[in-house]
């Protein structure tokens, strides 16, 4: 049965004719029979017409590597790998020098096809396997063919995985499997061959898989933190958000353990600290109303109106349909005692929710602001 992948090779069968040659040629192949026939660049076939003469045995060669590598289980294709040691020195070296060429002009589909003839031209070595896989991972991130390149992630796991059978302290096989695992959301496997690249790789590898542990602990860290969150127990939390190290993390993970400490700081009445962890996260994204609005209460609960109108329109700037915000900017300019303002953010919060119990709220409070004057 075929592999997605070779199906959606299939096609580059195009690019090849095959014909019955020439007695003198058919001698370099051995045990042919009556439909045996050679695979030839249509390209190479046109420039003979034009030429004239026969076709060389790098053009052969060349030709019956690609087909090897479309398609693993032609009915010649014995014949042709014979043929190929006879021919070539190094077939499966060869296929790899067409790959690395293919690749360097970013055709990945013919770069894919040589270096799967590679692998199948020397199938215990190291080298092609391990070139295949980051071939293929490369191209799974470069075609916008989603289900293509599904199908070049799930192939350059196996690649990868066929590499440590052979050498299971390759380095780069293991940090690409961590990658690929945590792709997959397997943040346990993600953290064994992170760990395991380390052990054996170059500084650059071992600082990367550092990095990326270190993401992986500070993640678990928060999905714990938060569930001590959901208990109302904040300084549990923030216990465990205090061991992680935030310097190298990625910003969505950074922003995420900053806006829980600031939470887990507001929730106990620690305005000041919250501020200032709160301010580190908006570094990070100013464009959060919750961490802009949590801002605002802060800074409303330590008697600093001003900023606690500031952060609230912010918020408002890009949440504008907020009934919660308007209600919030409201009670500000209530309390800083302009009731013009005040009335103005909660018409436009009545004009959003008309049954709105805080908002009712607040309007009472206006009216009953308005009878003191």
């Known amino acids: 049965m075929k592999s997605n992948l070779d199906n959606y090779l299939f096609e580059l069968t195009d690019n090849l004719a095959f014909l019955k040659l020439d007695d003198e040629t058919l001698k ?8 045996f026939v050679i695979p030839i660049f249509v390209e190479d076939i046109k420039k003979m017409a034009t030429a004239g003469g026969g076709f060389s045995t790098g053009q ?8 090897l590598g479309i398609d693993k289980n032609f009915k010649h294709n014995e014949i042709y790998k014979k043929f190929l040691k006879r021919a070539v020195d190094l077939p499966s070296s060869l296929a790899m020098e067409l790959a690395i060429k293919k690749y360097d002009t970013k055709s990945y589909k013919d770069a894919l096809v040589y270096m799967r003839a590679s692998v199948l031209l020397n199938p215990d070595e190291k080298f092609p396997i391990f070139n295949l896989g980051q071939l293929m991972l490369e191209f799974s991130k470069n075609t916008r063919n989603e289900n293509l390149a599904k199908d070049l992630l799930a192939e350059s796991e196996i690649a990868f995985q066929k590499t440590l059978e052979i050498d299971k302290n390759e380095p780069v096989a293991h940090f690409q499997l961590g990658l690929i695992m945590l792709e997959k959301q397997n943040s346990k496997s993600a953290k064994e061959h992170f760990e395991l690249a380390i052990k054996n790789g170059d500084d650059e590898i071992i600082d990367k898989a550092k990095i990326l542990i270190n993401e992986i602990s500070s993640t678990d860290a928060l999905v714990k933190a938060e569930e001590q969150i959901e208990e109302q127990n904040y300084v549990e939390a923030l216990e465990i958000l205090s061991e992680c190290d935030i310097k190298n993390l ?6 995420q353990i900053l806006y829980a400490k600031g939470f887990c700081y507001k929730a106990t009445g620690e305005f000041e600290n919250a501020l200032e962890v709160y301010s580190s996260a908006l570094k990070i994204n100013n464009q959060d109303t919750l961490l802009l609005a949590d801002m605002g209460v802060c800074s409303a609960y330590m008697g600093d109106l001003e900023q606690a ?3 609230y329109l912010s918020a408002l700037e890009i949440e504008k349909d907020s009934v919660e915000l308007l209600n919030n900017i409201s009670i500000i300019y209530l309390n800083m005692g302009n009731l013009e303002n005040a009335k103005k953010y909660i018409k436009m919060a009545v004009e959003l ?5 805080i908002v009712d709220a607040t309007i009472l409070k206006i ?3 308005e009878e003191r004057m």
């Open 60 to 67: 052969i060669s060349s030709a019956i590597i690609y087909l």
């Open 353 to 357: 929710s008309h049954d709105d119990e």
């Open 309 to 311: 109108l500031e952060f």
């Open 250 to 255: 990625s910003p969505i993970i950074k922003f």
């Open 28 to 35: 370099n192949f051995e045990n042919t029979t009556e439909d």
């Open 367 to 369: 009216r009953e602001a």
